[in-house]
């Protein structure tokens, strides 16, 4: 397994971390039937009451959707790697 050594600094609540390099993923959608029922979620879409998704994290196992408002980050969704997954990653790098 791969380990990244993070600076405590950049460590935010709940443990994710705000690396340019670890926001590949800028869409995460699930469900089998892509265009009819899946559901989909993209970074800087609005959720939750005014939240905004700011990150999508492969973590082991699952995908983690994290969410932002008013400068505060916390975990929203998470998704095991068993269920039907379609990623689109950034390709601004």
């Known amino acids: 397994m791969w380990v990244l050594d ?3 600094h950049l460590i935010q609540p709940y443990g994710h971390t705000k690396i340019n390099t670890m926001k590949l ?3 995460i959608s699930i469900g ?3 265009k009819n029922e899946a559901m989909h979620y993209s970074v800087g879409q609005e ?3 005014g939240h905004k998704i700011c ?3 492969e973590d082991e196992g699952s995908y983690k959707i994290y969410i932002q408002k008013n400068g505060s980050q ?3 969704k998470n998704f095991n790697k068993n269920m ?4 689109e990653y950034n390709l601004d790098y």
């Open 84 to 87: 039907a997954i379609s990623i």
């Open 47 to 49: 959720v939750y009451g």
């Open 74 to 76: 916390l975990p929203w």
């Open 32 to 34: 089998q039937d892509y």
């Open 25 to 27: 993923i800028r869409k």
């Open 6 to 8: 993070i600076p405590e």
């Open 55 to 57: 990150d999508i994290l």
